[in-house]
């Protein structure tokens, strides 16, 4: 037994270091050599040597404890510190930090954080075809989309799209199908979104923009001052889950059905260099731990809209929950396939992901009609 070649200092970081007592001996003396060669253990921490930490730098675009997307980031933090015994240690950084919610991408790729956690679409104006990896108009619903990116294609076009900017981007969590918006006044005919100023992040943003209405994005912390003062005239952001809390219902009072955002994917970015730089071990767990808080985030989003959803009736009986007119919906729809098309003649790449994203959908469609649609159909024809 040589635990008295163990200064107290050592023991007590192993043993912080989540080691069992037994361990602890056997890893040092094993280190050690039982203490035949002093030096080494004079030179050479045993706990340093055992475990070498990953300290990341993480910004996110959200304000501080902001629910749901915060707590996919923190979740996904804590089971990589977890998962990696403690090696891996992940610093956030909330907007009230860093004061660049929207400069993310930018902070990411230049090295000064390691890590992101944001929304695709938002670099649509730095590199273009970024902005298919959140969601699309009329495009996949949530499980039509994670199975394009897991398994049809998806995350390989946008590693093509990402690692010419020294990035890697995968899932960060899903709110499911948002709501259309929030709105000052009804939209009966397209003719009421002529000059409309609405925040609509994304493709939507453009569709709009092409029927007439003139569209924004502002980040989620300044939403409320913007639909409140006037700069804008609608907004929409995301749904029952995260929309309630803000407030919006209290300033305005129409709540319309979604078109544009089907399947909102958050981002988790890393700094590309980084990422090479991790061992195999590392970057697995980095992986498992974005992929759950994802799909964690996903399941979250799910409960918290239909809790809130629940409330609207009984707690906020002047909100007017509307569809907007086919007609309006047709005029949009063509504007999306008009654009679609100009981008697609204009960008080879573009043209790659938006044949792959059209060929999945629709062959997941095929299956969703018949599996979800007809079970929805039977079960509504039973009441
Ligand atoms: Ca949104």
Not at 46 to 53: G, Q, T, V
């Amino acid at each position: 037994m040589c635990s008295s070649d163990l200064d107290g200092e050592t023991m007590k970081a192993i043993l912080k270091q989540g080691a069992t007592l037994a361990t602890a001996l056997l890893t040092v003396t094993t280190l050690t050599g039982c203490g035949e060669n002093s030096s080494t253990q004079q030179t050479v921490s045993p706990a340093a040597a055992e475990k070498e930490s990953y300290n990341l730098r993480l910004a996110h675009t959200w304000p501080t404890k902001f629910p749901i997307f915060g707590d996919a980031i923190h979740n996904m933090a804590t089971m990589a510190s977890k998962m990696s015994d403690g090696r891996i240690n992940i610093t956030i950084d909330s907007k009230n930090k860093h004061k660049a919610p929207l400069g993310i991408f930018d902070m990411v790729k230049s090295g000064q954080y390691d890590m992101g956690h944001s929304a695709s679409y938002y670099w649509k104006g730095k590199v273009s075809n970024t902005l298919f990896f959140t969601t699309m108009p009329f495009g996949m619903t949530a499980p039509e989309q994670y199975a394009w990116r897991y398994y049809g294609g998806g995350q390989e076009l946008a590693e093509k799209v990402y690692a010419p900017h020294n990035l890697i981007t995968f899932p960060g969590g899903n709110t499911g199908n948002q709501m259309g918006g929030w709105f000052q006044k009804e939209i009966n005919t397209i003719e009421d979104l002529q000059g409309l100023k609405m925040r609509i992040p994304g493709f939507a943003g453009e569709v709009l923009a092409k029927v007439g209405a003139k569209p924004t994005n502002i980040p989620a912390g300044e939403l409320y001052t913007a639909l409140e003062r006037g700069t804008i005239d609608a907004l929409e952001w995301v749904g029952p889950s995260l929309d309630l809390r803000m407030g919006f219902h209290k300033i305005a009072p129409y709540y319309y059905t979604g078109w544009h955002e089907p399947a909102t994917e958050l981002q988790f970015l890393i700094n590309k260099e980084k990422w090479a730089s991790f061992p195999a071990d590392i970057q697995e767990i980095l992986r498992v731990a974005m992929r759950t808080a994802a799909y964690d985030m996903y399941a979250q989003s799910q409960h918290e809209s239909a809790k809130n959803w629940a409330s609207i009736k009984t707690e906020y009986p002047n909100i007017q929950v509307k569809s907007f007119p086919t007609a309006v919906l047709q005029a949009m729809k063509s504007a999306n396939d008009t654009l679609i098309a100009e981008r697609s003649a204009a960008d080879p790449l573009a043209k790659e992901i938006i044949d792959s994203q059209a060929a999945y959908l629709s062959t997941a469609r095929a299956w969703t009609k018949i599996s979800d649609q007809s079970y929805f159909q039977t079960v509504e024809a039973l009441k």
